[in-house]
């Protein structure tokens, strides 16, 4: 059974950062594409940014320049360095990822969400 765990969420202030962590545990042959998303009260679910095998990266055009995604591979983990955080930033922030289990089937994952709030 493959689980996601996030960790990182929190209250910061108006041009803080914060650091998301995901860590896919389980029988995990290797993962595949990662990503971040986000779900604001009211609002569906957005795109943040993705990161693909060989390190390319998607950003949302509303926090270009202000979070950085990465991944280390190796312990299946997908990071958000988040700087700069605005009150629109304050949301649900969910992981995602793709990968191959055991049985070579390859197949998306959630996290189960971590809150990030940001105060003005």
């Known amino acids: 059974q493959v689980q996601l765990a996030e960790s990182g969420g929190g209250l910061v202030q108006a041009g803080g950062s914060l650091r998301l962590s995901c860590a896919a545990s389980g029988i995990i042959f290797s993962t595949n594409a990662m990503g971040w998303y986000r779900q604001a009260p009211g609002k569906q679910r957005e795109l943040v940014a993705t990161i693909t095998t060989g390190g390319r990266t998607n950003y949302a055009e509303s926090v270009k320049g202000r979070f950085t995604i990465s991944r280390a591979s190796a312990r299946n983990t997908v990071y958000l360095q988040m700087n700069s955080l605005k009150p629109e930033d304050t949301a649900v922030y969910y992981c995602?990822?793709?990968?191959?289990?055991?049985?070579?089937?390859?197949?998306?994952?959630w996290g189960q969400g971590t809150q990030v709030t940001v105060s003005s």
């Open positions: 995602n990822v793709d990968l191959y289990e055991a049985t070579m089937q390859l197949l998306n994952y």
